[in-house]
């Protein structure tokens, strides 16, 4: 498969504080890539996705953050609440094929 | 609502006893994927269908094996469970017709004992 990593396993922020989760990948022919969030014992959830002709997606309070050259991709949280507590996953794919390709995840923790 | 479906929550298999996980959807989704994810780590990619067509990921064990009877079911076949085996799968829809965006199923959790 695929590689896509995290560089981080795990972040503590302050409630209301924004937050960054960070993500690298190693197939420079990935043209799609998605952000889930998985609470315990869920399944993931979609949260946002970006392809690979933008640069930058905004969702509420989310942002999606792409940067092809050094194949790194980043999510950003404004303002975290508690219930963005939980672990984060990025994953790409590539149009041609079906395959979704998980990253290691990033734990996010936010103390009230 | 629609959704993705896996039955049953949780699942306690004796080590060699095979064991099936099943999924169903109401999305009409074309394809459909099988992940398993172990404790604190990422889903890992099993395999996948589109419509009939299966497609197996190269570090699979021979070991899982599925079935996709229709577009609705999908089901993971575990041929003898072995302690490694533990861990909970996810089943995922996909539309397969430009929208990547994947649908997840609730998860079955899977003990071997």
């Known amino acids: 498969g695929e590689s896509v990593g995290l560089h981080l396993p795990t972040l503590s922020v302050q409630e209301g504080d924004n937050s960054i989760i960070n993500c690298a990948y190693s197939?420079?022919?990935?043209?799609?890539f998605i952000w889930y969030k998985q609470e315990s014992g869920k399944g993931p959830q979609f949260i946002i996705d970006?392809?690979?002709?933008?640069d930058k997606r905004q969702g509420q309070r989310v942002t999606v953050l792409l940067n092809k050259t050094v194949k790194h991709l980043s999510l950003q949280i404004a303002a975290t609440q508690p219930g963005d507590s939980a672990v984060y996953f990025c994953a790409e794919t590539h149009y041609t094929g079906n395959q979704f390709y998980f990253g290691t995840g990033t734990s996010l923790t936010v103390i009230p | 609502d629609a959704m993705v479906i896996q039955n049953p929550r949780y699942q306690v298999t004796q080590f060699g006893k095979p064991v099936t996980l099943s999924c169903s959807q109401t999305?009409?989704?074309?394809?459909m994927y099988w992940y398993q994810q172990k404790s604190s780590q990422a889903p890992k990619l099993l395999f996948h269908?589109?419509?009939?067509?299966?497609?197996n990921e190269a570090d699979t064990p021979d070991n899982f094996q599925s079935r996709r009877p229709n577009t609705s079911f999908c089901f993971l076949d575990i041929r003898s469970p072995g302690l490694g085996d533990a861990a909970m799968y996810l089943c995922?829809?996909?539309?397969?017709?430009?929208?990547?965006?994947?649908?997840f199923g609730p998860g079955t959790r899977l003990t071997v004992t």
């Open positions: 269908y589109y419509d009939k067509d299966f497609n």
């Open positions: 970006i392809r690979s002709n933008m």
């Open positions: 999305l009409n989704h074309n394809v």
């Open positions: 995922a829809t996909s539309s397969g017709t430009g929208d990547y965006e994947q649908y």
């Open positions: 197939n420079s022919a990935s043209d799609y």
